[in-house]
């Protein structure tokens, strides 16, 4: 991870380089070519620590990400958001942070506790903003923010071998830490955390700490995104990963090092990244029963062609989410969950369950829903949200005809999975 003081000297460098080579002075990127008069350009969120160990947020904007990126000396990149209004947006993401977080030195330096917060606050504003407008800001894998983003997770960008089927890097030292914010797989298996608590008591005893066999990641190719960690996730190795996360909480200058196999696919719902994660699964050393992650899928995509549209997307495969729309990985835990208590109760096997009455249900909780006003969201018996939900909320809701999201999703999940 970069050393802020270094960034902050190199910053300060272009600062100064601009103000005597551009007559430009609200443009912050070193550019030697003609004035740039569009205001499009990248906001991005930056993860570094100064010498002292404290983590250190940067918010930023620019026209030309592959130039101050370097100038950051390769710091962890968080995200990426498109923008059409680079000085608009920068404002009003610094307006924000100051509000939730303590500014360190100069204006866009900022200390927190908590990365999933400092993730939050900013993807926060960007949905709601771009819900609002109807604005669509997409990345694909062929852009260059995107190969900046792998090149942070890898630490290089050509494989150390490959083969037809998969590509292969090896990582060490500092870089397994850059790897383990990778975005995870959202039709996951159930998380087995007696399974991760003996993984790092295995790894913390051993003398040569190492894992057998590499993880699977995934690449989209065939996909866009509003964001870019979107279109590269973890298909296989969530509690390795897990493991490691509690591991480096306790001991930062735990030395560890890894085999990621990186596949390419076409895009999250496909039948080609599905068979993908079911040949992970079925090398276990152990039986996983791949059908409920197929079953819970399939219930997925379904809920989406018949709630989703051109405007709005009810179920998405992001990490930040804002209502009126559910995270994929929330849902389909749920909905496994209950699929697993089916088949406990009630011996209904997975493969079994009528996915058309399923929908159906889900319509018939809509129309209820889709009639209440704002009080009845929080107050409720049986559906009651534990987050507060905005009038906002529920107009949006009701715009784009679709409320099931602003009501408690383990509620809504066993009314419409019996």
């Known amino acids: 991870m970069a050393d802020i003081n270094n ?23 070193n550019n030697n070519n003609a004035i740039v008069k569009s205001n499009e350009g990248t906001i991005y969120l930056l993860k570094m620590c100064d010498t002292s160990g404290r983590c250190i947020y940067k918010v930023g904007k620019s026209i030309n990400f592959d130039n101050r990126y370097k100038s950051y000396n390769y710091a962890d990149i968080l995200t990426l958001v498109k923008s059409i209004n680079i000085d608009d ?74 083969d037809p089927f998969c590509e292969f890097y090896y990582l060490t030292g500092t870089q397994v830490k850059h790897f383990l914010k990778i975005k995870q797989f959202g039709l996951n298996l159930k998380i087995d955390n007696s399974h991760i608590d003996n993984m790092v008591s295995d790894l913390l005893e051993s003398t040569n700490p190492c894992f057998f066999g590499h993880i699977g990641i995934i690449e989209y190719n065939d996909y866009k995104s509003n964001t870019i960690d979107n279109l590269i996730e973890l298909i296989d190795g969530h509690h390795r990963i897990m493991a490691l996360e509690k591991i480096f909480a306790m001991k930062p200058d735990f030395n560890i090092s890894l085999w990621i196999g990186l596949h390419k696919s076409d895009n999250p719902d496909s039948e080609q990244t599905r068979s993908i994660f079911k040949k992970y699964n079925q090398l276990k050393p152990f039986i996983v029963d791949v059908s409920i992650a197929e079953v819970s899928g399939k219930i997925i995509t379904e809920l989406n062609k018949k709630f989703s549209c051109a405007d709005y997307i009810f179920i998405k495969d992001s990490e930040y989410v804002c209502r009126p729309s559910l995270k994929k990985c929330t849902i389909n835990k749920m909905i496994q969950r209950r699929l697993e208590t089916l088949k406990k109760e009630k011996n209904i096997e997975y493969n079994k369950v009528n996915i058309s009455n399923i929908i159906k249900k889900f319509e018939e909780c809509n129309i209820l829903f889709s009639s209440k006003n704002i009080d009845w969201f929080s107050s409720d ?23 099931l999201a602003l009501v408690e999703v383990n509620a809504l999940v066993d009314t419409c999975i019996l």
């Open 7 to 29: 960034i902050k000297i190199k910053a300060t460098k272009i600062m100064k380089s601009q103000s005597i080579n551009s007559t430009n002075n609200n443009n912050n990127d």
């Open 381 to 403: 018996s049986v559906y009651k949200n534990k987050k507060a939900i905005s009038q906002n909320m529920l107009d949006y809701g009701k715009k784009y005809k679709c409320c």
């Open 89 to 162: 947006d920068e404002k009003e993401i610094i307006k924000i942070f100051n509000k939730n977080f303590t500014l360190d030195k100069g204006n866009e330096f900022f200390i927190h506790n908590n990365e999933n917060n400092v993730m939050f606050v900013f993807m926060n504003y960007f949905n709601r903003k771009y819900e609002q407008q109807h604005i669509k800001i997409i990345y694909s894998t062929n852009e260059s923010q995107y190969k900046e983003y792998k090149f942070s997770l890898l630490g290089v960008q050509v494989p150390d071998r490959k």
